[in-house]
Each structure stands twice: as C-alpha cells, then as structure tokens.
C-alpha cells in the first residue's frame, strides 16, 4: 500500500494587490488539491506565474495558504533557483556544515554525514575549494549536498536547470537518477520538459493558479500542453526515454 505524505487540500493563496481604484485581491493558488506518495518522482510545470513555486513553498513551510489544510509527514528541503543565494559556506565543506551545526549535531555526526554527502554529490575533491569558484551544475549538487546531510526525504527542485550548460544539466540529472532510485520523494519544478521528461512518474501542470492536470507521464505527452504555454518535450520521432539529457 502506497504511504501517503504529503496532502493538500482546496489550497488557495491571495494577494493584495495595489490599482488605481484602489487594492484588489489577486488569487495566485486556487482551491489546489494534490496527494503525493512515499518514492514519487513529481514533474510540476506551467508558464511563468502559474504558481509553481508559491505551491512548493507552502508545501516546505514556508508560507501559509489562505485557505485550505496542508498535511506534510516529512520534512522537506528545497534546492533553489539561484544556488548563490543558497550557499552560505566559503567552502563545500563549510556549507554542508552550517546546517548540521545548526541543529546541534554532535561532531562525530556530523563529520560522518559530511563525508556522505560529498561522496554521494560527486563533490568530496572539492570539499576546500571556494564555492565561488564551483561551475553551476557543482553549485546546484551542493545545495542538494547540504539537503541529503540533513536527512531531508523529500526534495524540491525548483527550476534546477536554470542558467546550467549542457555538461551541469546532465551533472544534475545524473544525481536526481540516482536519488530516484533510492527512493526519494522528489518534485521538479520546471518548464523545460525535454531536460527531465522521463525522470517523472506522474506529471502535473499549474495553470494561471490553477491545476489543470494531474496524470502518469505517459497521459502527459497526450495532452495539449500549448493550450496551458508549455512548450510540447516530444516529436514524432521522440520516445519517453530520450526525454531526459544525461
């Protein structure tokens, strides 16, 4: 029997906004319901402002909806759009650390879950670098190095591709493989399909706040994606599995 850990239900998220007759309330999540499962690999997508992002953050605690219930069993740790507003440490090495430090782990501990996360990144020769100096796909691994040590089961990936060349797209990718494989709770948010198509099982689109999709990855591919802006992963002579770079 599948474990469920993460539910929402009739999720919605209004904002204030400002217009020349005065404020107006805007509604960024509407009435969002989503159930996901122990081991899943989730591929949200959506245009620009279709909420993917306010829904991951309040799936991660980070902001509270203005209705609806959330029910999240594990803890989640999300790797952000821009690594360099997520790094903290001057090193690999030193980053990984903050977090574990922060939680008073004791030093034995953590030296133990440091080495794993290194190892496990593809990051352990470069534990004294600087960070500054790491590639984008390096930087992106090291977020998700920080997430691992801290024993984090469920990981957000939001837009993990962004400003990566070919070479960190497929560092990123070979990673997220390997999580996948060790059961990991994984939600990719992103609009490039043709990057991550077939690391999903199940495929979900935001549109305009809206969820107006929600289906196993191979009902995706039938659907209409250009009616919500996304542009369609496959050709005529493009199969499910040649949807991923690695």
Partial sequence: ???????????????VQSSFDGTVNFKALDEISLTVFKGESILISGANGSGKTLLMSIIAGLIR??????????????????????????TPEEDILFGLKNIKLPPEKRKKRLDEALEKTGLKDKRYYSSRSLSGGEKRRLCVAGILAMKFPVIIFDEPYANLDYEGVVQ??????????????????SHELEKCYALADRFLVLHRGKKVFDG???????????????????TSYTKMEDLIWI
Avoid at 1 to 15: A, G, P, R
Avoid at 65 to 90: A, M, N, Y
Avoid at 173 to 188: D, G, H, M, V
């Fill in 1 to 15: 029997m599948k474990e469920e850990i993460i539910s929402l239900k009739n999720i919605s998220k209004t904002f």
């Fill in 65 to 90: 909806p203005s209705s609806g219930l959330v029910d999240v069993k594990e803890r989640c740790g999300i790797v952000f759009q821009d690594s360099d507003l997520q790094i903290l440490g001057e």
């Fill in 172 to 189: 990123v990718n070979s990673l997220i493989k390997e999580l996948k494989t060790e059961n990991y709770t994984l939600l990719i948010l």
């Fill in 216 to 234: 196993t990855a191979e009902e995706g591919l039938r659907q209409n994606l250009k009616e919500w802006s996304i542009r369609p992963p496959i």
